[in-house]
């Protein structure tokens, strides 16, 4: 069965690129829906970044951008990433714009030990949380209230040695199933296992110094899917939720968050162009 066919249709794609008419004003919180008119404890967004931007649109998307940030944009080497990241950030900060109807560029973060940023906040503010992913093709950020939460999105075009990537980062019951799979299924599940993983070190903020091989995901299952830790992580597999997407073809979404199953995800498509008129 392809993986598509086992994610869990309760929450369907939509398009949201309905943006305000008029000139582009960087500060502006209208582009995106908060989670209470979404009636949903997790938001997920995403956008296609392997678009035709000009430089000026592209000074517009910057211009929510802290200074650091677009420092970090002119480093990058290939126009493709730095489109990318450009069109990352901004999504991020619409965003959150429209969960706590303030400006984009307001917003400071601070970035904790393993690298994972978290938004500098006022005490007794309802803590906003969040997680960004970007790969060629695809950017997506996750928010929530409270809660741990990480996202991942890869292209499963994506080249990579799959063996011993696998044997480094998947549990032995995981590369059994995966190895039971047909050889053109394979791929996919390689890149169903590699995002959720991502996604739970994420939420947890340790990126790769977690150990990878003691989370155990049953990705033949469907949403959202079982997971299982084994020494030396001491976490609660019933906390967690984890739920899959394919954004387009030929990509793959998995988010995590510390939370109970019947909270509600939506997976909400937009495009640069509308965060650009935003
Ligand atoms: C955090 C990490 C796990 C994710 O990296 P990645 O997959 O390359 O990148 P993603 O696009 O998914 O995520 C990057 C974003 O996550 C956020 N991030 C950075 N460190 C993080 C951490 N420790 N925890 C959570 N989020 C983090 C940042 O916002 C970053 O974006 P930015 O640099 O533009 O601000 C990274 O530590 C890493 O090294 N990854 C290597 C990938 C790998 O080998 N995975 C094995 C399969 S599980």
Redesign the pocket.
Known sequence: MPVEDLLAPAWQDRQWSQAPSGPARPGSTMTLPALHSLACEVAVFFARSEVTLSSAQQAVLAAVLSRDERARAERFRFDEDRRT?VI??ALLRRALAAQASVPADSFVFRVGE????ELEQPQGARRLRF?????RGCVVVAVTYHADI?V??ESVERRVEHEP?GRR?FSDAELHELQALPAQQQRARFFDL?TL??AY??AI????SAP?RAITFTAAAPDPVPVRFDPPITDDAAAWTLRRHVPFAGYRIAVAWRGDHAQRVRFIETTAEALLTA
């Open positions: 990241y990352a950030h393993h690298g994972r940023p997680n960004l992913s970007h790969t990480g991942d999105v990537v980062v590699w993983k991502e070190i994420k903020g340790q990126g790769l990878l």
